[in-house]
């Protein structure tokens, strides 16, 4: 199948570890933040969001981290599986309108 | 729920040729996006609608990228002539509303202009 990233920087993680996704938003006025998960071949596929009243929120066995006065974002995953294994994207919705700004992605590679 | 439906999953075309894309939203979801996306990047942003109305092109090329939803269900995008740097995927989202709501997005069409 088609490679969703070729070059994107890679984290390699242990079936069973957490894994730590981070990425930087561009807009301190950004109010609303998502984490994506694309599989090869496959669409982006919402995981989690996050208003920028929170700086935290858990979902199942994924957790979201927001600092605004880093204008950081971080999704953690806890115990993950060989299914995580995907191209992750964050995004930050500009202008309150769903105008998403899309990071560069980070992929991440599970191992047995 | 049927998620957003794209078509076709592949097009392979040589340059000057036009081509269209077809796109089914969520039923019910009255806004949708057009995103390209290239290999190794993240998505960008075309043109969104809400129901039949675009209410930001400001990122389509429009001397060749044109784009309608005239009944604020489906849309169609079209590019006409392609160019070799068009080459990517398009991908099709829609979400419920326009105000800070996830988007749900299709499988997109891989694009290969020759």
């Known amino acids: 199948g088609e490679s969703v990233g070729l070059h994107l920087p890679t984290l390699s993680v242990q079936e069973g570890d957490n894994s730590i996704i981070n990425c930087a938003y561009s807009?301190?006025?950004?109010?609303?933040f998502i984490w994506y998960k694309q599989e090869s071949g496959k669409g982006p596929q919402f995981i989690i969001d996050?208003?920028?009243?929170?700086d935290k929120r858990q979902g199942q066995r994924v957790t979201v981290l927001l600092n605004k006065t880093v204008k950081h974002l971080s999704l953690q995953i806890a115990a993950t599986q060989p299914g995580d294994s995907a191209v992750y994207f964050c995004a930050e919705n500009e202008d309150g309108y769903n105008k998403l700004i899309f990071g560069a992605g980070t992929r991440l590679a599970v191992h047995p | 729920e049927a998620g957003v439906v794209q078509s076709p999953r592949y097009k392979i075309i040589e340059k000057k040729q036009p081509v269209a894309f077809w796109c089914n939203p969520i039923?019910?979801?009255?806004?949708l996006y057009w995103y390209r996306q290239n290999l190794g990047q993240g998505p960008e942003l075309l043109i969104r609608y809400e129901n039949e109305e675009a209410v930001d092109d400001s990122q389509l090329p429009k001397d060749r990228f044109s784009a309608e939803r005239l009944k604020g269900v489906d849309s169609t995008l079209k590019i006409q002539p392609a160019e070799l740097g068009d080459s990517a995927v398009y991908l099709c989202a829609s979400s419920p509303d326009l105000y800070n709501s996830p988007l749900h997005f299709g499988n997109g069409t891989r694009l290969t202009v020759t």
């Open positions: 039923s019910g979801h009255n806004t």
């Open positions: 996050i208003r920028s009243n929170m």
């Open positions: 807009n301190s006025a950004s109010d609303y």
